[in-house]
């Protein structure tokens, strides 16, 4: 699963540096924030616990694994659409933080909490 969550950090390195090389050439800077949230939350945060699962692959296995997964990769692109369409249409661009949001948080507690229960668990080969 560790794989899986690298391979989805490079779509957002994609998008995040796309849209940076955007703003530079039509210098439409106002989408800065959006392009800081793909780089940090989609690329960085992904590639992060893509790396803990990694090297501890039981972590993904369990109900706590498996609900983090389906929460972050439904909750980062409607919060990441969030941080664009604000420039679009702001009262609407809200509902996707809303719902989007919460799910990452929630997915990201989730992942804490597997994290302190079950770090030490032995490995199964």
Not at 17 to 27: A, H, N
Not at 62 to 76: K, Q, R
Not at 90 to 105: K, Q, R, S
Not at 106 to 121: H, R
């Amino acid at each position: 699963m560790g794989q899986t969550w690298i391979k989805l950090s490079v779509v957002y390195l994609v998008i995040g540096i796309s849209v940076g090389l955007f703003m530079s050439w039509t210098l439409q800077l106002n989408w800065a924030a959006g392009h800081a949230h793909v780089n940090v939350v989609g690329w960085l945060s992904t590639l992060g616990i893509g790396a803990v699962l990694s090297i501890y692959p039981h972590l993904a296995k369990n109900g706590l694994g498996v609900a983090t997964f389906w929460l972050y990769h439904i909750g980062v692109p409607l919060f990441l659409f969030s941080t664009f369409f604000v420039q679009v249409n702001p009262g609407v661009a809200h509902i996707f933080t809303f719902v989007g949001g919460p799910m990452f948080l929630l997915a990201i507690i989730l992942f804490g909490i597997n994290l302190f229960l079950n770090l030490n668990v032995p490995k199964e080969e």
